[in-house]
């Protein structure tokens, strides 16, 4: 916080790690929303194009959960606070559905199209992981 002329704390802009941090949360947020929304609101082509499923309340379960996320994610503050809660966020939801694709895809006992969503959840994790590391510094020449 900063304070201005008459004393009163306001929020400093973001900085560029911060405004790339919130972009990333909104990225992954609108990709879970999208991902979550689609079988809560047309499950025959959700079927069609993942392939059958046997229990429809555990898919809507975790498309409701998919859809808590993504709320949370594209509501991110570039704050330390809010950033940290969204790579947190971000990291978690990325390894629990990449671990379930790759587990379950790889064995076949899912349609091996979620190895392509693994994928896609690799990548989240990459990036959550280079927005955290402190840029490197210049060390000038002798």
């Known amino acids: 916080m900063v304070c201005n002329e008459t004393g009163f704390e306001v929020s400093a802009p973001p900085g560029p790690a911060a405004r790339t941090g919130r ?31 046997v229990d429809d309340w555990l898919v809507r379960c975790v498309s409701g959960l998919a859809v808590t996320l993504a709320y949370q994610q594209l509501r991110t503050r570039a704050t330390s606070q809010g950033l940290t809660t969204a ?3 971000g990291i978690g939801a990325a390894l629990s559905f990449g671990g379930v694709d790759l587990r379950y895809g790889g064995s076949g006992r899912i349609s091996r199209i979620y190895l392509l969503d693994a994928a896609v959840q690799a990548c989240w994790v990459a990036a959550w992981i280079k927005t955290a590391s402190p840029p490197r510094a210049h060390q000038a020449e002798r």
């Open 23 to 53: 972009a990333l949360a909104r990225a992954q947020g609108l990709y879970l929303l999208v991902t979550g929304v689609w079988p809560l609101l047309h499950y025959r082509s959700f079927e069609a194009v993942l392939g059958p499923k």
């Open 87 to 89: 790579r947190r966020i």
